[in-house]
């Protein structure tokens, strides 16, 4: 029975510190049959780093689409009651509200006339905002300098149909503008035309009359800033714009409930091969089994060993496969999003305990059906 | 002899053939119903993307401009161009008919109600949910499918009676409930139900499209038409204009669902009408459905990968155990060759059989998927068929070559011996 590989493993064990029993099989267990244990590890790991890279996507995708829903522009409205001006400081209490998660954009109106005497709607507002909040609007140029105006493309048609300088009147004030630009929007927007805030407040004297809010929370917090809002503006009506904040909750269930199938699906998958390659590995070494409890092991000791062995490798395979899943999720968040996945380190946990609960079972699982068998029988190999 | 050998395995091994047969099927499975949601996400996406209303505008092609300051206007909405009623269900007969969700005409008209209120409102004149026939074809079409953010109180008037709904912050200053009757422009009208729009609607009118015709006094008259369109996300192509295209490429435009491409359209199918995209819906909807397919692609990447693997791992265990097998044989005499060749003829048959199992339980899954998420099916092109059955058969030999390679230059002495 002393083959060369045998002689020279007695050999090293000699030279090796002494460690309790139960420990050295662990290690050497491990050692030995590298083949098997690695293809094991291998599955553990495949099976955590899915894991952790869906349960990070289900919890981190819906902040990331809420950035993109955004772009639909605002999902608050803040209007002063009949037509009266907001008080002067309402967007400064805006501001304060939303606490730099989102944009407050003031609008002021005004109805004033052309040159031949038809009526156009002006407004004033923060153009640098406006170009963040509104990214839909196709402009061809924004204005950058004072008295330059952004004519709505059927605005355009009747106030400077040749891109000339116009005059408009309001309340007997004339001002005098250059078309900077021309905006489409396909609604209402088209027949405007946009001013700085200041140059129409100077022209005008009216103050703005809607600020509107693009709040980036999820609806709850949304719900609680128009509350908020409610109360520190009473002479405001503060409401949803509902057009856009149904939309969003209906495409971003759907997407959720959609990718938690999928996560579903793929952890299970995962779960499953782990489960097969274990069961497989330990019924493989039914020999070792049968030794050990021909040399009078309890059956106790020996579940306890097997269980250990595989209370290790679902740790080790839970923690690797954690790192590289969030690796996995942060690529997928850069190609699709643009924006790495926030690595959530609240999702370790159910990895952790997940990976070693899946590998107790189906370490459990052979030694339950071996128990019956005697151990000649095996040994015999039968 | 090599038949009855694969036989012999599949009937005398059923443990170890059963627990790679069910990853295989298992894998394909997922593969399968992954593939499936991923290829008809973006069509779902974009039937739901279809709640933020309509994505496309008709109006009349001189039309004057609009004095509207927050959805109210300000004009008397009597002047001005029309289109003509009679031509909207030509709409349905355009060549993207099938892409059109859903329209709603609109006919603003300015009203007094109940005499002793001084300041005038707005009536806006709509189809609901008015059934409509082109040529053979019957649809339902109005306000209720082009704005679904609209909830009434009460219930929604028919199409062809007189009755109105009342917006929701108007009604509250009259204190008119649903059930009670309201006086506009002289008559009597039942209000059925009390609408919430979060829009300017609220302090509005919404009556069917004929009382507001006949308070206008013009029979068949119809301000803008809101269509609601499935569409291509927008790319460089669908920017160009029409007018340079020609011969092939004007086809390609045309006959791609791009909204610019079906503006067009419904300017060619409604005479003297002007048709834009309404670019706050239009050019969004394009962002978030490629964000949304594209995490769905990377994921059933991640699917595909992890049922690849899991395929590997069970077929490796598979030929690992049975390297006592492969000693006697070769301790028989048989070859490399041939101990491989019977290797990889059961994998072939592990693969067959657990991709068409694997493919009807993951076309299974996905309707399910379908119907529970989307209250609509999952259909699986069957032209994906083979081409599963084939990424399983690759899989299926991929994942066995190593452990088969590893199994036949195993010394036969050794595993004869029982040593590993």
Same mark, same amino acid.
């Not at chain 1, 083959?3 to 493993?9: A, E, K, V, Y």
């Not at chain 1, 630009?181 to 009216?206: K, M």
């Not at chain 2, 000693?327 to 059989?353: P, Q, R």
């Given at each position: 029975?002393?083959?060369?590989?045998?002689?020279?493993?007695?050999?090293?064990?000699?030279?090796?510190?002494?460690?309790?029993?139960?420990?050295?099989? %662990?290690?050497?267990?491990?050692?030995?049959?590298?083949?098997?244990?690695?293809?094991?590890?291998?599955?553990?790991?495949?099976?955590?780093?899915?894991?952790?890279?869906?349960?990070?996507?289900?919890?981190?995708?819906?902040?990331?689409?809420?950035?993109?829903? #955004?772009?639909?522009?605002?999902?608050?409205?803040?209007?002063?009651?009949?037509?009266?001006?907001?008080? &002067?400081?309402?967007?400064?209490?805006?501001?304060?509200?939303?606490?730099?998660?989102?944009?407050?954009?003031?609008?002021?109106?005004?109805?004033?006339?052309?040159?031949?005497?038809?009526?156009?709607?002006?407004?004033?507002?923060?153009?640098?905002?406006?170009?963040?909040?509104?990214?839909?609007?196709?402009?061809?140029?924004?204005?950058?300098?004072?008295?330059?105006?952004?004519?709505?493309?059927?605005?355009?048609?009747?106030?400077?149909?040749?891109?000339?300088?116009?005059?408009? !009147?309001?309340?007997?004030?004339?001002?005098? %503008?250059?078309?900077?630009?021309?905006?489409?929007?396909?609604?209402?927007?088209?027949?405007?035309?946009?001013? !700085?805030?200041?140059?129409?407040?100077?022209?005008?004297?009216?103050?703005?009359?809607?600020?509107?809010?693009?709040?980036?929370?999820?609806?709850?917090?949304?719900?609680?800033?128009?509350?908020?809002?409610?109360?520190?503006?009473?002479? &405001?009506?503060?409401?949803?714009?509902?057009?856009?904040?149904?939309?969003?909750?209906?495409?971003?269930?759907?997407?959720?409930?959609?990718?938690? &199938?999928?996560?579903?699906?793929?952890?299970?998958?995962?779960? %499953?091969?782990?489960?097969?390659?274990?069961?497989?590995?330990?019924?493989?070494? #039914?020999?070792?089994?049968?030794?050990?409890?021909?040399?009078?092991?309890?059956?106790?000791?020996?579940?306890?060993?097997?269980?250990?062995?595989?209370?290790?490798?679902?740790?080790?395979?839970?923690?690797?496969?954690?790192?590289?899943?969030?690796?996995?999720?942060?690529?997928?968040?850069?190609?699709?999003?643009?924006?790495?996945?926030?690595?959530?380190?609240?999702?370790?946990?159910?990895?952790?305990?997940?990976?070693?609960?899946?590998?107790?079972?189906?370490?459990?699982?052979?030694?339950?059906?071996?128990?019956?068998?005697?151990? &000649?029988?095996?040994?015999?190999?039968? | 002899?090599?038949?009855?050998?694969?036989?012999?395995?599949?009937?005398?091994?059923?443990?170890?053939?059963?627990?790679?047969?069910?990853?295989?099927?298992?894998?394909?499975?997922?593969?399968?119903?992954?593939?499936?949601?991923?290829?008809?996400?973006?069509?779902?996406?974009?039937?739901?993307?279809?709640?933020?209303?309509?994505? +496309?505008?008709?109006?009349?092609?001189?039309?004057?401009?609009?004095?509207?300051?927050?959805?109210?206007?300000?004009?008397?909405?009597?002047?001005?161009?029309?289109?003509?009623?009679?031509?909207?269900?030509?709409?349905?007969?355009?060549?993207?008919?099938?892409?059109?969700?859903?329209?709603?005409?609109?006919?603003?008209?300015?009203?007094?109600?109940?005499?002793?209120?001084?300041?005038?409102?707005?009536?806006?004149?709509?189809?609901?949910?008015?059934?409509?026939?082109?040529?053979?074809?019957?649809?339902?079409?109005?306000?209720?499918?082009?704005?679904?953010?609209?909830?009434?109180?009460?219930?929604?008037?028919?199409?062809?009676?007189?009755?109105?709904?009342?917006? =929701?912050?108007?009604?509250?200053?009259?204190?008119?409930?649903?059930?009670?009757?309201?006086?506009?422009a002289g008559q009597t009208h039942r209000v059925t139900g009390i609408l919430s729009t979060g829009g300017a609607e609220d302090?509005?009118?919404?009556?069917?499209?004929?009382?507001?015709?006949?308070?206008?006094?013009?029979?068949?008259?119809?301000?803008?038409?809101?269509?609601?369109?499935?569409?291509?996300? =927008?790319?460089?192509?669908?920017?160009?204009?029409?007018?340079?295209?020609?011969?092939?490429?004007?086809?390609?435009?045309?006959?791609?669902?791009?909204?610019?491409?079906?503006?067009?359209?419904?300017?060619?199918? /409604?005479?003297?009408?002007?048709? =834009?995209?309404?670019?706050?819906?239009?050019?969004?909807?394009?962002?978030?459905?490629?964000?949304?397919?594209?995490?769905?692609?990377?994921?059933?990447?991640?699917?595909?990968?992890?049922?690849?693997?899991?395929?590997?791992?069970?077929?490796?265990?598979?030929?690992?155990?049975?390297?006592?097998?492969?000693?006697?044989?070769?301790?028989?005499?048989?070859?490399?060759?041939?101990?491989?060749?019977?290797?990889?003829? =059961?994998?072939?048959?592990?693969?067959?059989?657990?991709?068409?199992?694997?493919?009807?339980?993951?076309?299974?899954?996905?309707?399910?998927?379908?119907?529970?998420?989307?209250?609509?099916?999952?259909?699986?092109?069957?032209?994906?068929?083979?081409?599963?059955?084939?990424?399983?058969? /690759?899989?299926?030999?991929?994942?066995?070559?190593?452990?088969?390679?590893?199994?036949?230059?195993?010394?036969?002495?050794?595993? +004869?011996?029982?040593?590993?």
């Amino acid at each position: 029975m002393s083959s060369p590989r045998n002689s020279d493993l007695a050999n090293r064990r000699a030279a090796r510190p002494h460690t309790s029993m139960f420990l050295r099989m %662990l290690m050497r267990a491990a050692v030995l049959r590298r083949g098997r244990a690695a293809s094991a590890l291998l599955a553990m790991v495949v099976a955590a780093s899915v894991a952790t890279a869906m349960l990070n996507l289900y919890v981190d995708v819906q902040a990331k689409l809420r950035k993109e829903f #955004r772009n639909y522009g605002a999902n608050i409205l803040v209007v002063a009651k009949d037509g009266q001006a907001l008080p &002067a400081d309402t967007l400064d209490k805006v501001r304060a509200a939303l606490g730099g998660r989102g944009l407050a954009v003031p609008f002021a109106y005004a109805v004033a006339r052309t040159s031949d005497g038809q009526s156009v709607v002006v407004s004033g507002t923060d153009l640098d905002q406006v170009r963040k909040l509104d990214s839909w609007w196709s402009v061809t140029a924004w204005p950058n300098a004072s008295q330059d105006a952004l004519l709505g493309s059927r605005a355009a048609g009747v106030v400077s149909p040749q891109r000339k300088a116009f005059d408009l !009147s309001f309340r007997q004030r004339t001002i005098h %503008l250059k078309p900077a630009g021309t905006l489409r929007t396909g609604a209402s927007e088209d027949s405007r035309i946009y001013l !700085s805030l200041q140059d129409f407040e100077n022209w005008t004297g009216v103050q703005p009359s809607t600020i509107e809010i693009a709040s980036s929370g999820s609806p709850e917090e949304v719900n609680a800033l128009i509350k908020k809002l409610s109360q520190t503006l009473p002479t &405001a009506e503060v409401r949803p714009i509902r057009q856009i904040t149904e939309g969003e909750a209906r495409v971003l269930g759907k997407t959720r409930s959609t990718l938690a &199938a999928a996560a579903a699906l793929i952890i299970a998958t995962a779960a %499953l091969c782990v489960l097969s390659t274990l069961i497989g590995w330990v019924f493989d070494r #039914r020999r070792d089994f049968a030794i050990m409890k021909a040399l009078g092991a309890s059956e106790g000791l020996i579940g306890g060993f097997f269980a250990a062995e595989a209370a290790a490798l679902g740790a080790v395979g839970a923690i690797v496969g954690f790192g590289i899943g969030i690796g996995v999720a942060a690529w997928i968040g850069r190609v699709n999003f643009h924006a790495p996945v926030v690595p959530r380190f609240d999702v370790l946990p159910i990895v952790f305990v997940g990976s070693i609960v899946v590998a107790l079972v189906s370490a459990v699982l052979p030694i339950f059906l071996l128990r019956r068998v005697q151990p &000649a029988m095996i040994l015999r190999g039968e | 002899m090599f038949g009855r050998l694969v036989y012999e395995s599949f009937r005398r091994q059923k443990r170890r053939k059963l627990l790679a047969g069910v990853a295989i099927t298992l894998g394909v499975g997922v593969a399968t119903a992954m593939i499936a949601v991923a290829t008809d996400i973006g069509d779902k996406i974009s039937r739901e993307l279809r709640s933020y209303g309509a994505n +496309l505008i008709v109006t009349p092609q001189e039309d004057t401009l609009d004095v509207q300051i927050g959805g109210v206007d300000l004009k008397p909405p009597s002047d001005g161009t029309y289109l003509n009623e009679a031509d909207l269900p030509k709409i349905k007969g355009m060549f993207w008919r099938n892409n059109i969700v859903g329209f709603a005409p609109m006919l603003p008209v300015s009203v007094h109600v109940n005499d002793a209120d001084v300041t005038s409102l707005t009536l806006i004149g709509t189809y609901f949910s008015k059934r409509l026939t082109f040529g053979k074809q019957d649809f339902v079409t109005g306000v209720r499918v082009t704005h679904p953010w609209w909830k009434v109180q009460g219930a929604w008037p028919d199409d062809n009676s007189f009755d109105v709904l009342l917006g =929701e912050s108007l009604a509250s200053r009259l204190g008119s409930k649903a059930g009670d009757e309201i006086e506009i422009a002289g008559q009597t009208h039942r209000v059925t139900g009390i609408l919430s729009t979060g829009g300017a609607e609220d302090g509005q009118i919404v009556a069917p499209l004929a009382l507001a015709q006949q308070i206008l006094d013009k029979p068949g008259a119809v301000r803008r038409v809101y269509v609601s369109a499935l569409t291509k996300p =927008e790319d460089a192509f669908a920017r160009r204009d029409p007018q340079t295209l020609r011969g092939a490429e004007y086809d390609r435009w045309y006959c791609s669902p791009y909204a610019a491409s079906i503006a067009f359209q419904l300017q060619e199918a /409604i005479p003297h009408s002007h048709a =834009e995209q309404i670019r706050q819906i239009a050019q969004n909807e394009g962002t978030v459905l490629s964000r949304i397919k594209g995490l769905m692609l990377l994921v059933t990447l991640a699917a595909l990968f992890a049922s690849a693997l899991a395929v590997s791992a069970a077929m490796a265990t598979a030929i690992f155990e049975r390297r006592n097998e492969v000693g006697l044989m070769k301790a028989l005499g048989a070859g490399n060759i041939s101990v491989a060749a019977l290797f990889f003829a =059961e994998a072939l048959l592990l693969a067959l059989i657990g991709g068409v199992l694997g493919f009807a339980g993951g076309a299974l899954l996905a309707r399910q998927i379908g119907q529970s998420i989307f209250d609509s099916q999952i259909t699986i092109e069957p032209v994906l068929f083979p081409l599963i059955l084939a990424i399983a058969v /690759i899989v299926t030999f991929g994942g066995s070559a190593v452990a088969i390679r590893r199994a036949v230059k195993f010394d036969p002495v050794y595993a +004869l011996r029982g040593e590993t």
